[in-house]
């Protein structure tokens, strides 16, 4: 089996793959490593290894050694990615061990979710030690296992842990500048999404919702981060300007954001009138969806022809900036 043949682009988050596979193709893709971290069964990081031209590594990590040995298995043996190297672990603030019992036999997303729940890990400690589950920071492994390596690119599906590890990577994305990605449900915890997109902004960089759902809940998204030193080089970029034009990307800061992801789904709000498993899913989203795109077509006598439910309500109300360069700056 071919690499190029077992590593198709993801079938889910085409948006953003998409994104990121052509940045790489165009050579816009800044100079280094990448990380897939929370990188599941291993199909985003399998489609970064088989797309890079300069034989660039690709670290991808996950909790679940059965996923590790899936991907180790598949892609690295069977395909001969020999750029990818997969590994067992958690990234997080500060490098240490979290028990295994701690955590349960729980999937690898819910390990995520509630690393934050645990005490902090043991400094020092690592994960070949009492059966523990190793935590490591970026900048950690970037002057230890990684050293050596620079960080181009990286994808952060860590389920609520973004906070953490980008403060475990201040310094690589200071002395590095990536492109990174991060995931987020906007209206879930406001005041969580509003500090992440503060930190980002704190970091100088800046964040684009990726406009497409990801998850369960109907306000999922990926927020696409680029360094404010390298506008001037992204400006000239004809997939981050298709992106801009078909509104697949908007930029969003700590405020802006929450107007964003179907707003109805604020605790609270006409799609969230209940916390817990009914809050922001189809029925209720789709809904008030329909009933928004529908007074916005008897407003607009223009709008002719369009399926409303490729947009979320934001798309429809947004002015028009065609050119990613516009689109950033403003």
């Given at each position: 089996?071919s ?5 198709n ?15 790489i193709?165009e ?7 990448m ?9 985003w990081?399998c489609?970064?290894a ?5 034989n ?5 990590m ?5 996923n ?6 598949r892609?690295?043996?069977k395909?001969?990615?020999?750029n990818l190297?997969?590994s067992?672990g958690?990234?997080?603030s500060v490098d240490g061990?979290?028990s295994?019992s ?5 999937s690898?997303s ?7 729940l ?5 400094r020092g400690?690592?994960g070949?030690?009492?059966g523990g589950?190793?935590v490591y920071?970026?900048d950690g ?7 050596g390596?620079?960080l ?9 842990s ?17 492109i990174?990605t991060?995931e987020?449900h906007?209206?879930q ?5 509003t500090n ?7 970091i ?6 990726v406009?497409e759902?990801v998850?369960?809940?109907?306000d999922?998204?990926n927020l ?7 506008r001037?080089?992204l ?7 298709l ?9 969003v ?22 916390l817990?498993?009914?809050c ?5 989203t ?8 529908a007074e916005?077509g ?5 709008f ?7 947009f979320?309500?934001?798309n429809?109300f947004?002015q028009?900036?065609y050119?990613?360069s ?5």
């Open positions: 089996m690499a190029r043949r077992a590593c682009s993801p079938g889910t988050e085409v948006i953003l793959n998409s994104i990121v596979g052509a940045l193709e050579g816009r893709m800044p100079t280094g490593a990380i897939d971290a929370g990188a599941n069964q291993g199909e990081a489609f970064y088989s797309v890079v031209r300069d660039r590594t690709v670290f991808a996950d909790p679940m050694e059965a590790v040995r899936r991907i180790w298995n892609y690295v043996l395909a001969g990615l020999r190297q997969p067992v958690i990234l997080g061990t979290i295994r701690a955590l349960g036999k729980q690898a819910q390990q995520y979710n509630n690393l934050h645990l005490n902090s890990p043991t400690v690592r070949a030690d009492l589950l190793s920071t970026v492994l970037f002057q230890g296992a990684w050293r390596q620079r181009g690119f990286a994808h952060w599906d860590v389920e609520g973004e906070l953490d590890v980008l403060r475990g990577a201040v310094e690589t994305i200071a002395r590095d500048q990536p990174f991060v987020v906007v209206h915890d406001q005041n969580y999404t992440l997109l503060q930190y980002i902004d704190w100088s960089y800046d964040a684009f919702l406009e759902i998850g369960r809940r109907y999922g998204r696409l981060c680029v360094p404010r030193s390298r001037a080089e400006a000239l970029s004809s997939t981050l300007d992106a801009a034009a078909a509104r697949a990307i908007f930029a800061n700590a405020n802006s954001v929450h107007e964003h992801a179907y707003p109805c789904c604020k605790p609270g709000g006409k799609c969230c009138p209940a817990g498993s009914r922001c899913r189809s029925g209720d789709l809904r008030w969806h329909r009933r928004q795109v916005w008897r407003a607009n006598s223009s002719r022809g369009r399926n409303p439910l490729l979320t309500h934001v429809f947004s028009s900036r050119k990613w516009a689109l950033k700056s403003g």
